[in-house]
RNA sequence: CGAGGCGUAGCUCAGUUUGGUAGAGUGCAUGCUUUGGGAGCAUGAUGCCGCAGGUUCAAGUCCUGUCGCCUCGACCA
């Protein structure tokens, strides 16, 4: 009788359908809404709140490294998009164009902007005059567009939220020492607070940014077994520089172009703690940065005594950890289903038994334990279970990723993983990029990145046979 | 942009084959009873049947167009 109460708004399993089940998690858990605009989604509150708390975090990080917020127009003139010939060409296709201004058709058309490079440049080229200017380290927090053709909540929408980082430094070291740092920043932040383990390497040049010389990348792995790009941080070298005219007279007194790098995460973050830690029961957030850390379930609500002990717990709770009560007239199951679709990492439940035993109960989301603890010690008790299920959440998403790892030596056998095995596969490549393309074309993989923990399985290409150049990490991606 | 699917109540969908007063479940509101895994009963409110044309005495249903969404490819964070 239960179970068939509980089937009416259950979500599709994600064994059955890894997408359906990620739309169903988006939508049940309150995280977007639809709206009339094309590929442009309502980031509800629950959304935000998580991805208010990947802001303050990452801005803290970047703040300990010396960068400073600013924030740059959202247009950019035609002419100055074609100032960088290669990052054009790889936008153009997708920037959504502002042609009139009321009723006047501009004499320029300018594009909503899918990335600020152009923009940055432009500034930067008025501010910096001398080494002393140097290095500029500037980040902004805004949200891009890019006119997909087809659109999914978080990991590809027509807008996304977004942060993008633009340094300028008077030497290449210096902007290649920059380029690792945020990506080691993002590495970090990814697996100590999102619990994501994530694979730390540099681009081909078929899967770079437009314009930059190198791109390095984190990919990180989904439930499904396909991966997801969850950062960029890319050198540009003195390409911009040269391009847009960012000269500064050196201690020599000798004029030079700067180095430029700039690196990003976006809301896409989102869709990757949705699909990597979520379950049949909806999202799994990392403590972390859950909005809600604990949840407060009165059982018996109406019986005397129970709703003040529950904001009594509420109330101490709060001094430590981001807490809730639910005192709403729903029945307790429906609150329990409610909770764990929306990922929160602990319920407590408190009822008539328990106070009169001075003690509550504690669910744990990732595992479903369940575990009596006194209230003399409950914000202990509560620490370190978030402090567990942290560490848990990572431990899976990492044991997850090496079961899906696999090596291949030769073609037939990087074919056959491939199609029958979700996950990354290892595998030597000769650099060149008609071999990437081959096998995109025979497999749909990609190559996702060289990592920098580099192996050497063979010494031939696995495409051609020609000598090997790297170890590429290959899989099917979002 | 290619292939397929779908637009009817907040949500999930039936009704379209064969044109004839707009339906169900769930949700929502109110009351009582309930409360340790999505409660029960009673009463009530809710619809430009995606949009625009057309055919017809009559269109949710037939025709034409159009917009949007979903899935899978191609392209990208």
Redesign the pocket.
Known sequence: ???D???????TSMDV????W??DIV??ADLIE?T?????CVIRPYAYAIWENIQTNLNRMFKETGHENVYMPMFIPESLLQKEKDHVE?FA??VAWVTHGGNEKLQERMCVRPTSETLFCEHYKNIIHSYRDLPKKYNQWCSVV?W?????????????L?QEGHTAHATEEEAQEETIRMLNIYAEFCEKYLAIPVIKGRKTD??K??GAIA?Y?IESLMHDGKA?????SHNFGSGFAEAFGIQFTDKDNSLKHVHQTSW?V???LI?AIIMVHGDD??LVIPPKIAPTQLVII??????PGVLEKAEELEKKLSEKFRVISDTT??????????Y??KGVPI?L???????ENNQ??L?RRDT?E?VFVSLDELDKKVGELLEDIQNNLFNKALKHREESTSYAKDYDEFKEIIANKPGFVKAMWCGDEECENKI??DT?A?SRCMPFEQEEISDKCICCGKPAKAMVYWG???
């Open positions: 009788m239960a179970n109460k509980k089937l009416v708004e259950e979500i359908d890894f997408a359906k990620y739309t939508k049940k639809y009339s605009v094309k590929g442009c790889g296709p997708e890019r997909e053709k087809t659109t999914r909540p978080f990991l590809r929408s027509s807008e996304f977004w078929k899967e940014f437009a791109t990348t997801l790009q969850s950062g960029t990003g976006s809301t896409r869709g029961s909806g009165p059982i018996a609500s109406h019986k007239d729903k029945t307790p199951g429906w609150k329990f289903a409610e764990e679709m319920r439940e408190i009822g008539p038994k328990d106070i509550c109960v669910v479903g369940k995109k074309e749909t990609t099917k991606a979002y």
